[in-house]
T-cell receptor
Framework: DGGITQSPKYLFRKEGQNVTLSCEQN?????MYWYRQDPGQGLRLIYY???????QKGDIAEGYSVSREKKESFPLTVTSAQKNPTAFYLC?????????????FGPGTRLTVL | QKEVEQDPGPLSVPEGAIVSLNCTYS??????FMWYRQYSRKGPELLMY????GNKEDGRFTAQVDKSSKYISLFIRDSQPSDSATYLC?????????????FGKGTLLTVNP
């Protein structure tokens, strides 16, 4: 099956810990994105990557880091510098095309800080 | 003024009702308009995609775009309990390295049997 997978589905973090959220896609999409979703806030862009070994900060990048070593993988690390990390994290991908230019989302990871 | 404003809801309707979900926007650079449906604790799924003013129909769903008024709508006919979800409008600007999607905050819809 083609699609985007995120793991784990639920993640618990203690104060001061770094945690890494996985995102994998087998759609052969060029671009990948990380969003954070909070109740009543909508989707906010954290980081995005248009191509392997390159990525850019989104609107709320502070306290997060990413890597893009492979086309199909775009992991997100939530560092201890992120003061309010409890949220629902969504990964998305997009094929850079003039005719099909929409993002497709994974199932999400819910992160809770204990 | 926010770039995208979406009616916050929540919206509760009886089964079989016609539902209207709406977004307004201020950025004339928005070129493509999308509606996503998000069930509780799931990722958003693309429902409708359109780029021109007018109506686009897909089964019980109709997406309407009025670029002159900067207004988009999603209509759901014969609504079903399975339509209960949060609906997000999204608007695309730019392309290539400048591609950006801007989302509304979502409208929570409940269809009561």
């Amino acid at each position: 099956d083609g699609g985007i997978t995120q793991s784990p589905k639920y993640l618990f973090r203690k104060e001061g810990q770094n945690v890494t959220l996985s995102c994998e896609q087998n759609l052969n999409h060029d671009a990948m994105y990380w969003y954070r979703q909070d109740p009543g806030q909508g989707l906010r862009l954290i980081y995005y990557s248009q191509i392997v070994n390159d990525f850019q900060k989104g609107d709320i990048a502070e306290g997060y880091s990413v890597s893009r070593e492979k086309k199909e993988s775009f992991p997100l690390t939530v560092t201890s510098a992120q003061k309010n990390p409890t949220a629902f994290y969504l990964c998305a991908s997009r094929r850079d095309s003039l005719t099909t230019d929409t993002q497709y989302f994974g199932p999400g990871t819910r992160l809770t800080v204990l | 003024q926010k770039e995208v404003e979406q009616d916050p809801g929540p919206l509760s309707v009886p089964e079989g009702a016609i539902v209207s979900l709406n977004c307004t926007y201020s950025n004339s650079a928005f070129q493509y308009f999308m509606w996503y449906r998000q069930y509780s604790r799931k990722g958003p799924e693309l429902l409708m995609y359109t780029y021109s003013s007018g109506n686009k129909e897909d089964g019980r769903f109709t997406a309407q775009v009025d670029k002159s008024s900067k207004y988009i709508s999603l209509f759901i006919r014969d609504s079903q309990p399975s339509d209960s979800a949060t609906y997000l409008c999204a608007m695309k600007s730019g392309g290539g390295s400048n591609y950006k999607l801007t989302f509304g905050k979502g409208t929570l819809l409940t269809v009561n049997p």
